[in-house]
């Protein structure tokens, strides 16, 4: 009888293979990735489009509309002009609005941190006035217009770039 020679018999990869690494590789793949969506969802806050504190029910959240009620039963809009240089805001308001001071909120479409507040001043003959101190106007911004009671409130958008805006209520009037 000969002796078995090992040398002959085949064995097995030493490197592990490819298919090792497929083994290894896509199982920590996905934990890398699951980890990075995590620190994604976590850095970019709320979601929420709206500027309005809102009442959540499970997956549902109700507003008080009742300002933008009263905006439509006013007749109220507004448009407004913005020099670029200066800040400068002039807002003519339309409709049964009392006189007095007004906010004008320009809320950034994703990072709340950024949002900011102006009081505009009445000018006389429905205009209003104002100045945008240290905004960039070089992308959109949500807007919302309300006396400081609350009571009735415009909506609109400033487009990146423009020099102007219009205002009116969230809800169409009553007719």
Do not use: C, Y
Request: net charge neutral; hydrophobic share 45%.
């Amino acid at each position: 009888m000969k002796p078995i020679d090992d040398s002959t018999r085949p064995s097995g990869p030493r490197s592990g293979g490819p298919l090792l690494w497929l083994v290894v590789l896509i199982p920590l793949a996905t934990v890398v990735a699951g980890i990075g969506t995590v620190v994604i969802a976590t850095r970019t806050g709320s979601t929420d489009a709206v500027i309005d504190p809102v009442r959540r029910t499970a997956q549902v959240q109700d507003s008080d509309l009742r300002a933008d009620r009263e905006a439509a039963r006013l007749g109220l809009s507004g448009r407004a002009g913005v020099d670029a240089g200066t800040g400068a805001v002039r807002l003519s308001l339309a409709g049964d609005a009392a006189a007095g001071r007004l906010q004008l909120t320009l809320a950034h479409p994703v990072r709340r941190s950024e949002d900011r507040s102006f009081e505009l001043v009445p000018g006389g003959a429905g205009v209003w006035l104002g100045r945008l101190d240290g905004i960039d106007l070089g992308h959109d911004w949500n807007l919302l217009l309300a006396p400081p009671d609350g009571r009735w409130r415009l909506v609109g958008r400033l487009a990146a770039g423009s020099d102007a805006f219009e205002l009116a209520a969230a809800l169409p009037g009553d007719g």
